[in-house]
């Protein structure tokens, strides 16, 4: 069984650190995700900016160094960043911006359609959204016309699923991540969504699982291999996100 990490964080205090909603996160360099993910095949992943790290990229830069060429980041960036910037970072492994609604920290959702586009037409990257999915349907018709867009954590509410699986329907990826952290039902959520799009699910730990209700465990993973026959669980745990991030 092979897995792309298709969302995890990298929390090093050498670098900027801002408290985000009264909360800081605990520090989780690259050898603290290495130890927790060593007895899995974990064959590569995207590093995930988080509200507290702002548009600070010297950590994320530092990170995907030691991580190697298989990882990949998805960065938060302001609007005013200058294309010379945004190449830069292609050129260092950044394959994504995040658009952080739920906890800030990122652009604002009202630059989404012309900063995607940007984005997309300079190097390719897709956005990523961190949005309660009941949130969607205001920017439904938005997302729908944008070249590539993921929506993290399973769209986090029961309550946003339908608004998420007519998106599915349309293109959009989502994240199998943070089961721990989502009011959903992660098995029905799971088996809707890939049966509305085969290749939209991407499994990701959400290592630290900060501020989750509860972290990753592994039964998160064998939850997908119990629910999935062999070919779709690797394409949940693998090779939907390898195209997605590296095609």
């Not at 050498?14 to 130890?35: A, K, M, W």
């Not at 160094?65 to 292609?90: A, N, R, W």
């Not at 961190?130 to 920017?139: G, R, S």
Request: proline share 4%.
């Amino acid at each position: 069984m092979r897995i792309f990490d298709a969302h995890f964080h990298i929390i090093d205090f050498d670098f900027p650190i801002t408290e985000n909603q009264g909360y800081l996160p605990p520090n989780y360099v690259v050898e603290d995700y290495q130890d927790e993910t060593a007895h899995f095949n974990v064959l590569g992943g995207a590093i995930v900016s988080g509200s507290f790290q702002g548009f600070d990229q010297k950590y994320l830069l530092a990170a995907l160094k030691k991580m190697g060429p298989t990882f990949c980041g998805v960065t938060q960036l302001p609007f005013s960043v200058t294309d010379q910037e945004i190449l830069y970072l292609h050129a260092n492994g950044v394959k994504a911006l995040r658009f952080n609604i739920k906890r800030g920290g990122s652009e604002n959702l009202s630059k989404l359609d012309y900063f995607a586009r940007r984005v997309y037409d300079l190097v390719g990257w897709h956005s990523e959204l961190y949005i309660d999915a009941k949130e969607l349907p205001e920017i439904a018709a938005t997302i729908e016309t944008l070249p590539a867009i993921s929506i993290d954590h399973l769209g986090l509410s029961e309550e946003g699923l339908p608004h998420l699986l007519k998106l599915v329907d349309k293109g959009v990826y989502v994240k199998a991540t943070g089961f721990g952290r989502v009011d959903v039902n992660v098995m029905n959520a799971l088996k809707s969504i890939y049966e509305m799009n085969p290749d939209a699910l991407m499994f990701g730990t959400d290592l630290p699982s900060t501020r989750a209700k509860r972290p990753f465990e592994y039964a998160d993973i064998e939850l997908i291999q119990q629910l999935f026959d062999e070919q779709a669980t690797d394409k949940i745990l693998y090779s939907n996100a390898v195209k997605w991030y590296f095609d």
